[in-house]
């Protein structure tokens, strides 16, 4: 099976059930680097907004990271699993920290839960 080029957000969703999890999480996470980019340096990225801020990007999170979590789950160890999900969540949505790592107990092994109840 031929490796997807860098997918943007909606079709890293759309190619979940029929690619390769592990080059479908890389695509994740190079998004997810460049909305870091935007909060960590916004003078230095062109930003076509009033306010620069990943914020203004409108990501769809209810959707984003049950697929990511799917991803993470397929190719990380347990205590990977448990300290990337919460650390990505905290980065871009805290205020639904207790509901996201929900989801991400639900996707996850029994170990990776395990490691997620643990930490």
């Not at 990337?84 to 839960?113: K, N, W, Y």
Request: net charge negative; with cysteine; proline share 5%.
């Amino acid at each position: 099976m031929e490796r997807p080029q860098l997918l943007k957000g909606a079709r890293c969703l759309a190619f979940i059930k029929k690619e390769d999890k592990g080059a479908i999480r890389e695509g994740m996470e190079i998004c997810f680097g460049l909305l870091s980019q935007i909060d960590e340096r916004p003078d230095e990225i062109i930003f076509f907004a009033d306010e620069a801020g990943s914020w203004q990007v409108a990501v769809d999170w209810n959707k984003v990271f049950p697929a990511y979590f799917n991803c993470l789950s397929a190719t990380s160890q347990p205590d990977e699993y448990a300290s990337r999900a919460m650390a990505i969540v905290d980065e871009f949505e805290p205020h639904s920290r207790a509901r996201l790592l929900a989801a991400a107990m639900c996707l996850g092994t029994p170990q990776q839960r395990k490691a997620l109840k643990s930490a």
